[in-house]
């Protein structure tokens, strides 16, 4: 009879830890992958970015737009990929005159000329789902803008859906005294950007494939 008992205790422990195990890790070539598929999607100029991915503290709006079992994901791969680098040969943007993708340029000072500061993404668990900031930097008098936003993947291709804390500076002096603006859908206020245009102050190239190449 106990042998019967320890035999049924060890199967279930066994199916329990095997439903544990049932949701894969985010791999490297996912985020990549992922990232690649919004640059293109979106219609985003990311030639020059800082060398570092940035960190999203989550606000209570933002945590709504997930589940639970998605939060308890993303907390795990927060800390996996705490502290990581962008690597210049996974991060890619279309080029329009060469028709083709091209890896991302990585500046490790961040101080001079146009780039962007990318966070690290807030992934779904089924993949589904995105929260990123594309932080654009000037570095000069023009100032930046930058803002999370979620995208949503909706017929193979990512589409933003809803901005969260999209500001925009005149300078990089009065970066501190960022000007909050509206983010509601379809708008454009204040020349801050809603949740379906591209943001940049430059011209976005028109993608023709929405597939960026991830091999190293």
């Known amino acids: ?19 544990c195990k049932s949701i894969p890790d985010l791999t490297e070539d996912e985020v990549y992958t992922i990232l ?9 100029y990311i030639d020059k970015a800082c060398w570092k991915f940035q960190s999203i ?10 589940t639970k079992e998605d939060l308890g994901f993303i907390e795990q791969q927060q800390k996996l990929f705490k502290n990581t680098k962008i690597k210049s040969y996974k991060l890619k943007w279309l080029h329009r005159r060469k028709k083709a993708f091209v890896s991302t340029a990585i500046d ?8 962007y500061h990318i966070s ?4 779904s668990v089924d993949r589904s789902k995105v929260i990123v900031e594309f932080q654009e930097d000037c570095n000069c008098t023009l100032g930046g803008q930058g803002g999370k936003d979620l995208y949503e993947k909706r017929n ?23 000007q909050r603006l509206p983010t509601a859908p379809s708008q454009k206020v204040g020349g801050a950007f809603s949740a379906d245009q591209p943001r940049s102050l430059k011209s976005p190239p028109s993608p023709s494939s929405l597939t960026a190449s991830t091999n190293t």
Not at 36 to 44: F, G, K, R, T, V
Not at 108 to 115: A, H
């Open 1 to 19: 009879m106990k042998t019967r008992k320890l035999i049924i205790i060890s199967t279930l422990i066994a199916l329990f830890l095997g439903s």
């Open 36 to 44: 690649n598929e919004i640059i293109a999607d979106d219609s985003l």
């Open 57 to 66: 503290n989550m606000t209570t709006e933002m945590k709504n737009e997930f």
């Open 108 to 115: 490790t000072v961040c101080n001079e000329g146009i780039l």
């Open 120 to 123: 690290f993404p807030i992934i």
């Open 156 to 178: 193979g291709h990512w589409v933003r859906t809803k901005g969260f804390d999209h500001w925009i500076s005149e300078n990089k002096e009065w970066k501190d005294k960022k």
